[in-house]
């Protein structure tokens, strides 16, 4: 799949999760809906651009967003910032595949769909955020939800996967590099032995490592 038809799939995804996922709370966790209007968009748009970040809401347009949020803060939404940021993973996914992070189930949905993936696993932290959102999207067969904690989770070692993705963190943020690293480094052994048979990655890890870097060296 090209870059536009990808982001079409995951886009119409999106909007099938805002039509299936009821407004709910379990804990600090929730589900709501909101509807972002010309005016929404206008004031998001000029927020972002007085923080340095006018490329994160660029195409943010108006209409119906499903918001996954912890005590008020958003974890995950179906905006075009999420969509963009997660194309590459839909395109790789192939064969085993295993994804640390639920979140509103974005990726899970396009990523099972697709002929050339045989398995989804899927590693969640939060019970609740599995509640929240599992019973509710048409997942396959494919798709097995495991509620832990990614960072000690450890697969069957004969159970190799041909693409790995963590997807963990709700913003870009220098702390998180160190933890991405670690992640990668620990679940290399748990793939495919040729380097020209799989992929693995974390959730905008060069967007972090950029960050790194300008922290460290100045630009």
């Known amino acids: 799949m090209d870059y536009g038809e990808t982001y079409s799939i995951i886009k119409k995804a999106g909007k099938k999760i805002v039509t299936q996922l009821p407004d709910a709370k379990i804990g600090d966790w929730k589900i709501s809906h909101r509807i972002a209007t010309e005016e929404d968009v206008k004031t998001q748009k000029l927020k972002a651009a007085m923080n340095g970040m006018y490329g994160e809401y660029a195409v943010f ?3 119906n967003y499903v918001i996954l949020s912890l005590n008020g803060y958003t974890i995950m ?4 910032m999420e969509i963009r940021t997660n194309i590459e993973v839909v395109q790789k996914a ?3 595949v295993l994804i640390g992070g639920l979140g509103i189930g974005l990726i899970v949905l396009p990523i099972m769909n697709k002929k050339e993936v045989k398995k989804v696993t899927v590693i969640e932290k939060s019970k609740e955020v ?3 959102v599992k019973l509710h999207l048409p997942f396959n067969d494919k798709v097995n939800i495991i509620n832990g904690d ?3 989770w450890c697969p069957d070692n004969n159970n190799k996967f041909d ?3 963590f997807d963990i963190w709700e913003d870009v943020c220098t702390d998180n590099y ?3 690293k670690t992640l990668m480094k620990k679940f290399r052994k748990y793939m495919l032995k040729k380097k ?3 992929w693995i990655d974390c959730w905008r890890r060069e967007d972090t490592k950029r960050l790194v870097y300008e922290d460290r060296f100045g630009y």
Do not use: A, C, F
């Not at 939404?77 to 075009?80: K, V």
């Open 163 to 165: 693409v790995v993705y």
């Open 150 to 152: 990614i960072n000690e």
């Open 77 to 80: 939404s179906n905006t075009d």
């Open 196 to 198: 020209e048979d799989r």
């Open 178 to 180: 160190e933890e991405m």
């Open 130 to 132: 599995i509640e929240l």
């Open 61 to 63: 347009e108006p209409g």
């Open 94 to 96: 192939k064969g085993n």
